[in-house]
């Protein structure tokens, strides 16, 4: 039997995401055998093509501003003058991973409000380690003769992290963005719990009126989307590692 290429698959997996998106009632009957005492198959408090394009900005906002800091971090405590800053700087951005993001939302509520605000902070937080991380060993991993060429070349220091360091570290700066992006689309549900409008809404909707449609549906939209997110920057990943 012929295997389809994973190409097939993903465009496969992204037409059905995107129909299901725009023609939920097309999937009712495949749905209804999980509902109970005629509950309804598909969530109806809400569009899941406007839920599913906010839990996307949410995630997206809180990986780009967790990338400008973890790599403008990594970039000063791997200079000279800030090399004596690197274990406060990994200090900092493992707060994220030590303290989990549903105690980051109960620690931001009483701060700053329900709604998108608190969930940005949380995944902001559990974004900052993976990219700090991959962008401190792309930065560190730069061979010490291409170094001493662009020396050689009469390069600046400003030159040298420009035109080589971070050119050559950028492979391993979007898989740290892969990670956090993949990691945050999944936690990102835990913020309907304060207001944000994510897919979580749809998985709580179900878990309160026992309906299993309702939890498998918002469960399987998140996991698609993972998926597809994990291979749109894997291939990003390769091209640029092929290209440098």
Request: aromatic share 6%.
């Amino acid at each position: 039997m012929t295997r389809l290429p994973a190409r097939l698959w993903r465009l496969a997996l992204f037409a059905l995401l995107l129909t299901f998106l725009i023609r939920p009632g097309l999937f009712a009957p495949l749905l209804q055998p999980l509902t109970r005492n005629g509950a309804p198959a598909i969530y109806d408090k809400g569009d899941l093509l406007s839920l599913t394009l906010s839990h996307l900005k949410i995630t997206g906002l809180a990986t780009l501003a967790a990338a400008l800091l973890a790599v403008s971090m990594a970039i000063f405590v791997t200079r000279r003058a800030g090399a004596d800053f690197l274990p406060l700087s990994r200090s900092i951005v493992n707060v994220g991973q030590t303290f989990p993001p549903v105690a980051v939302l109960a620690l931001a509520v009483p701060a700053i409000g329900f709604g998108e605000a608190p969930t940005l902070v949380a995944l902001f937080l559990y974004g900052l380690l993976p990219i700090f991380e991959t962008t401190i060993a792309g930065l560190t991993g730069v061979s010490g003769p291409v170094l001493e060429a662009a020396r050689g070349v009469g390069m600046t220091p400003w030159q040298r992290l420009l035109r080589v360091e971070l050119p050559l570290a950028l492979p391993l700066v979007v898989a740290g963005v892969r990670l956090s992006a993949v990691i945050g689309l999944g936690t990102a549900t835990i913020g309907s719990t304060v207001g944000a409008r994510t897919l979580g809404e749809v998985v709580i909707a179900g878990l309160l009126s026992d309906n299993l449609a309702f939890v498998v549906q918002g469960g399987a939209i998140v996991g698609a989307l993972a998926i597809l997110l994990h291979d749109a920057l894997s291939w990003l990943e390769t091209r640029l590692a092929r290209v440098i």
